[in-house]
């Protein structure tokens, strides 16, 4: 199994970026999908969540609004479309997919997650 995460660079405040999570060995369909990030210093926190099975979404309150997730099924990949960034959303972002059959209840933590990109890199500057 293998999620590969992309799009991440250097971006002024304001602007926007596309996150990219390829999945490859198990699909993307069968799986709830979450964003996360981790700031040098810092946990790694929850972004946004989408169940597998609808497009009930989760986000973190201070992401709302400004970010959407999205799946390609047929891509086997997910998204995470970034607008109005901020200096504070500079952070390595992680795609994550996860099978619990308690995601409403766990899609915050990162022990619901079955596996795990290796990350990107995202830095906003002022």
């Known amino acids: 199994v293998q999620l590969q995460a992309s799009g991440g660079g250097l971006v002024q405040a304001g602007g926007s970026l596309r996150l990219s999570c390829s999945v490859s060995?198990?699909?993307?369909?069968?799986?709830?999908m979450g964003w996360f990030r981790q700031a040098p210093g810092k946990e790694r926190e929850f972004v946004v969540g989408?169940?597998?099975?609808?497009?009930?979404?989760f986000y973190a309150d201070t992401v709302k609004g400004r970010f959407a997730i999205s799946r390609d099924i047929a891509k086997n990949t997910a998204y995470l479309q970034m607008n109005s960034l901020k200096p504070e959303d500079t952070a390595v972002y992680y795609c994550?997919?996860?099978?619990?059959?308690?995601?409403?209840?766990?899609?915050?933590?990162?022990?619901?997650?079955?596996?795990w990109g290796q990350g990107t890199q995202v830095t906003v500057s002022s």
């Open positions: 989408v169940r597998r099975s609808s497009s009930i979404t």
């Open positions: 060995g198990i699909p993307l369909s069968g799986y709830h």
């Open positions: 994550a997919a996860s099978r619990t059959a308690s995601y409403s209840a766990y899609y915050g933590s990162t022990n619901a997650y079955n596996f």
